[in-house]
């Protein structure tokens, strides 16, 4: 096998592998993208939302 045919071979594995790795389906990772992009555009709301979801669940996981 020439050196020419072997960077071809490789090219185009590279080619499929990088197609199928952008189909790959990564919902927590889309969900955190998501957040983050809502948290720079409303600091405000992201904020009270995490203090919301803090005290909750600070008062029903009290040890007593």
């Not at 096998?1 to 927590?28: C, F, G, I, V, Y």
Request: overall charge positive; glycine content about 6%.
């Amino acid at each position: 096998m020439s050196t020419s045919t072997q960077t071809k071979n490789r090219s185009e594995h590279e080619k499929s592998r990088d197609q199928s790795q952008s189909l790959t389906m990564k919902p927590a990772e889309d969900m955190i993208e998501y957040f983050r992009g809502y948290a720079r555009e409303k600091p405000e709301v992201a904020a009270l939302w995490c203090f919301g979801i803090g005290f909750v669940l600070g008062w029903k996981l009290k040890p007593w």
